[in-house]
């Protein structure tokens, strides 16, 4: 592991609309965004996909209905890039991220959890996010064949360990205190990175 390697990374997965994007942000907001980046591997996808097709990225980004309408053809276009080369989102998501703790929202795929795990054996924690079909649903989920039975969101529901399994279905004190265990894990790894920045700006430099 090098200094400027990450200390920690979080690698979130779980199906649509159980809430991934909801519980990263909550963690980044609870740390800080100086201490910690979210990092979506669909993000360079969804930008390049916006760029070849005419698409709006920013409605791509977010949680509503235009994301939903391109999805499936997302899911194939992406495929086939991932053919080629397995790493290729994850290597664009990470390039230029120089917090010492990053939190991947979507590994949706066994390729994905490799990747980190091979650039970053030391410091990889998976993470996954469930959520009831009822909830979700009440979050705009409705099953979609070539979707919901394919890898994009099947990938990983079987063969993984995961390290912590957090459910979000809507109660805020619960995923709160799911969430008081990663928190301390992320304060514990990241604890040189805060000391070295107080140091350097009660030394005034
Ligand atoms: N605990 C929660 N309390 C209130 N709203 C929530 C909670 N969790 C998720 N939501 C809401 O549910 C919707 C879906 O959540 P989110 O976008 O985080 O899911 P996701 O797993 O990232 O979905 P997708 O895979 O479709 O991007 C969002 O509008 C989000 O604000
Ligand atoms: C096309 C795809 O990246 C969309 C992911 O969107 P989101 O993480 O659900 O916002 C899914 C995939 O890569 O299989």
């Known amino acids: 592991m090098t200094a400027s390697d990450p200390k920690l990374i979080l ?17 980044q907001k609870r740390l800080s965004p100086k201490l910690c980046c979210i990092l979506r591997l669909s993000a360079p996808l969804k930008e390049q996909y916006a760029q070849e097709h005419g698409l709006d990225f920013e409605e791509l980004l977010g949680a509503g209905k235009y994301k939903e309408q391109h999805r499936a053809e997302m899911i194939r276009w992406g495929e086939r890039r991932r053919q080629k080369d397995p790493g290729f989102f994850c290597r664009m998501a990470v390039c230029g991220a120089s917090q ?18 091979s650039e970053y054996p030391q410091q990889c924690v998976c993470v996954r996010v469930e959520a009831s079909e009822q909830t979700r649903a009440q979050r705009g989920w409705r099953f979609t064949a070539g979707v919901d039975d394919a890898e994009s969101e099947c990938g990983l529901d079987q063969d993984v360990d995961f390290d912590w399994t957090i459910r979000n279905d809507g109660d805020v004190t619960f995923l709160d205190r799911q969430l008081q265990g990663l928190l301390s894990l992320a304060r514990e790894r990241t604890m040189e990175h805060q000391y070295t920045q107080y140091s350097i700006k009660s030394n005034g430099q």
């Open 11 to 27: 690698l979130f997965s779980g199906k649509r609309k159980s809430g991934k994007d909801y519980v990263t942000d909550l963690i």
């Open 100 to 117: 010492p703790m990053w939190i991947v929202s979507d590994c949706r795929r066994m390729s994905d959890l490799q990747w980190f795990w």
